[in-house]
């Protein structure tokens, strides 16, 4: 069959299983836009900035485990995609964007809207390919999804010369194994590490499992709490781990970290046994590297090799997929019991609650947390919900506990603000049927928010949440913490939100007291269309704990309990 | 001596455009710092084998070959500094030899070296020399009073001893074989 390259893109979408792409055209990709009208089976989402299409692309893959795609042009299009695919590599999260490129005779000449995109995402890609030969396209695009989905997964990015999409050659899908020698994630434990895990398992009084992203994207679940229960190993979770276990569950201590769950922190520094599994040991988790968990041995398994080892120095390291890992370890695991020290963790877990800011009196303040709470309590616990980046991202990951995998999408390495709107429109594509919450605060949501309209044209339903405090609140808490509440370009100058979605024919509402909250949760059900919730929240409020950039992970800076003084 | 903390790792790699861009963007992004690094091609047409030589004491070869492994166009790798391995660098010295004291100089030190002059005038001399690192180092060393004008190296490049034999899979060749040699477009830098 005689098809155009990008027929040959058209082509390789569908088998690859693709439901949707997020993009926006221009010029050097107008071959690829033409193609979509002959395969209307294909949707295509317009967003308002690539960004936008990037995250979408990322938030549906987090959503679905599947694949994202971002289609956009060559040069400004190309750069635009940039954040987003930094912000899916540091996630770990599958998706393929598509570019256009100038020709291939143009390329070098600094022609219009040229840029050397492979070149600027070689760093932040999993692999990236130029198109050069149109009979190698068919090739590319299914490398380019394997590569992307499989292993420790992330973004790859084809950047296709509009001569090449242009160029009619004999198309016939390539079958058979892929084939990429020097490709070749690994997936099971040898004997002698599974005997040598199982051996500290046995020896250790003090375990305590770091459950990450890896679980989720390997779907291991089911085999973490097994291993729990029939170890009574207690659980943490990072930030992206959430979702791992049920957090309602009795062995899931909570979020360790920055602003961790205390009681995570000091049984991690203080256990005799860490059993790393699908994490990174990101400096947001360990702090001081230097004082983490120094007593403990440490098992550490991740599919990625050049992760064991590199902060954290590991007794076990095991290069595997932590499902198969687990899998393996389950064989042998005995039953084992430890009580007291899920005591010792109980009565840290005690004290935290103490201090929790809902048994504060809000002296008619409305805070984040509350706010958070009180979503997690009216909407049943079980929403997607997707956060953008500051506190009220922390505060929904602390106050909205959460049962099942990829219910809570966030950009947690790169931390990128702007992320929370686009992903929870990307979320939404990849599933329809669940309730997608967007938790954002007042300054990210100003970075993306141009996708409200991307919502309204393809008739999405998001719920918007704005925790608005009128600052950059995560960075105000930082300068009233080490810089002597010097809110250097932090308090915030706001549209009138309710407006501004109104412009939009987006239902809105405003809420000012807890009380409201309830009836917020009604009116976002109540419309089939996205709508925007502005909640007014207390502008100074703290994330505690804090371990301090840096510091010791058990130092943290701790919310006094009622009656006690700020020390 | 100086091997002692060094440590050479080789990869296997696709010979296709822009593998030596992602290799040497990996060591820039990963801040490791690298003493040499070569690439040539092998017996198989579509392989090209690097050497890349680091100092232990500033970054762990092992990380490298992990990282380095993890390339999509990097086909293999190994730490080939833990076992017994050959290891050859070569360089061309340029020495000033104008006069009869210069050239005997020159001449009596290269009986003790595995190098040889390969051209001779009478201003300067070229002397090439195949040798361990440590061994061109000391050639260099003695030239050195005598006036070294210009040199290169190559950089080494390191084999395992034995039977132990880096190698991709017999029927390895790319999906299809691309139509760059036509010239009409250099698409990929490096
Ligand atoms: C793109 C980007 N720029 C800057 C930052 C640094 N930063 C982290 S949190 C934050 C403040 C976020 O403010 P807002 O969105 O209002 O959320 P809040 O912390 O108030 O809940 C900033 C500026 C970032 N993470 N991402
Ligand atoms: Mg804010």
Avoid at chain 1, 350 to 359: F, K, M, N, Q, T
Avoid at chain 2, 122 to 144: F, G, H, R, S, Y
Wanted: charged share 25%; proline share 5%.
């Amino acid at each position: 069959m005689l098809l155009t390259g990008a027929e040959i893109v058209m082509e390789c979408l569908i088998r690859e299983g693709v439901e949707v792409m997020f993009g926006y055209p221009g010029g050097a990709i107008l071959p690829v836009y033409d193609a979509m009208t002959k395969y209307p089976q294909l949707r295509h989402v317009l967003v308002r900035h690539e960004q936008g299409a990037a995250h979408m692309a990322d938030g549906y893959a987090r959503a679905t485990g599947k694949v994202g795609v971002a289609i956009a042009t060559s040069g400004p299009g190309a750069t635009n995609l940039v954040t987003g695919i930094g912000t899916a590599m540091l996630d770990s999260s599958p998706i393929v964007c598509i570019t256009g490129q100038v020709t291939r005779g143009a390329i070098g000449s600094d022609a219009f809207q040229e840029i050397d995109i492979t070149g600027i995402t070689l760093p932040i890609t999993k692999h990236n390919y130029l198109v050069n030969d149109t009979r190698e396209l068919a090739y590319i695009i299914r490398e380019a999804f394997h590569i992307a989905r499989t292993g420790r997964p992330g973004p790859v990015l084809v950047d296709i010369p509009k001569d090449v999409q242009n160029e009619k050659v004999e198309f016939e899908y390539p079958e058979g194994p892929i084939r990429l020698p020097g490709y070749r994630p690994p997936s099971a434990a040898d004997d002698d590490q599974l005997a040598a895990a199982l051996e500290l398992i046995k020896q250790a009084k003090k375990p305590i499992i770091l459950a990450g992203h890896g679980i989720l994207m390997s779907g291991a679940s089911n085999e973490l709490r097994e291993l729990s229960e029939r170890a009574q190993i207690p659980v943490t979770l990072t930030l992206l781990g959430k979702g791992a276990m049920p957090e309602n569950h009795p062995l899931c201590v909570g979020m360790m970290g920055m602003h961790g769950a205390a009681a995570c922190n000091y049984a991690i520094q203080e256990a005799d046994l860490l059993i790393a599994l699908g994490m990174r040991f990101d400096d947001r988790v360990t702090g001081n590297l230097k004082t983490y968990s120094p007593n403990s041995r440490k098992i550490h398994v991740d599919i990625d090799p050049s992760e064991i080892n590199k902060n954290v120095k590991v007794d076990v390291g095991i290069a595997g997929d932590v499902r198969t890992v687990m899998g393996q370890l389950l064989t042998k695991l005995p039953a084992k019991q430890h009580a007291e020290w899920i005591a010792r963790i109980r009565d840290w877990q005690e004290d935290g609650d103490e201090r929790d800011i809902l048994h504060y009196e809000s002296e008619g303040k409305l805070y984040g947390a509350q706010v958070i709470n009180d979503l997690w309590k009216y909407t049943g616990g079980d929403a997607v919900t997707v956060s953008d980046v500051g506190q009220h991202q922390m505060l929904e990951a602390q106050y909205y506990p959460h049962q099942r995998p990829a219910t809570m999408l966030t950009s947690g390495g790169l931390g990128t603000m702007g992320f929370g709107l686009p992903a929870a429109i990307g979320a939404k594509f990849g599933k329809p049927d669940e309730e997608v919450w967007a938790i954002v605060g007042d300054g990210g949501f100003q970075m993306t928010m141009a996708e409200l309209a991307t919502a309204m044209q393809e008739g999405v339903k998001v719920n918007i949440v704005i925790l608005n405090n009128a600052f950059l609140g995560m960075v105000r808490q930082w300068q009233e913490f080490f810089y002597e509440e010097r809110y250097q370009a932090t308090p915030m100058f706001n549209p009138d939100f309710i407006k501004l979605a109104e412009a939009y024919g987006i239902p809105a509402m405003r809420v000012t007291r807890r009380d409201q909250i309830e009836e917020s949760v009604r009116f976002a059900r109540s419309h089939e269309t996205t709508v925007l919730i502005e909640y007014v929240i207390e502008k100074e409020e703290i994330v505690y704990p804090m371990v301090p950039a840096g510091a010791d992970l058990h130092n943290m800076l701790r919310r006094p309990k009622p009656g006690e003084k700020q020390s | 001596m100086i091997e002692n903390n060094k440590q050479t790792v080789v990869a296997l790699v696709e010979n296709k455009p822009g593998v030596l861009n992602r290799v040497a963007s990996l060591f820039r992004r990963r801040n490791f710092n690298v003493d040499s690094l070569t690439v040539g091609r092998t017996h198989k047409p579509y392989i090209s084998r690097m050497t890349i030589v680091v100092d232990a004491a500033r970054v762990d070869g092992r990380r490298i070959a992990a990282n380095l492994f993890k390339l999509v166009n990097v086909i293999d790798v190994k730490l080939v500094s833990e076992e017994p391995y050959v290891s050859r660098d070569l360089a061309l010295i340029k020495v000033r030899t104008d006069d009869a004291d210069s050239r005997n100089a020159v001449t009596l030190i290269c009986e003790r070296y595995p190098a040889r002059i390969v051209d001779i005038g009478t201003k300067v001399a070229i002397i090439e020399i195949t040798a361990q690192e440590d061994i061109v180092e000391a050639l260099i060393n003695e030239l050195e009073p005598i006036g070294i004008v210009e040199m290169v190296r190559t950089g080494v490049v390191a084999m395992g001893r034995g039977v132990r034999i880096l190698d991709v899979d017999a029927d390895y060749e790319p999906s299809i074989v691309s139509s760059q040699e036509n010239g009409n477009y250099q698409a990929y830098s490096v």
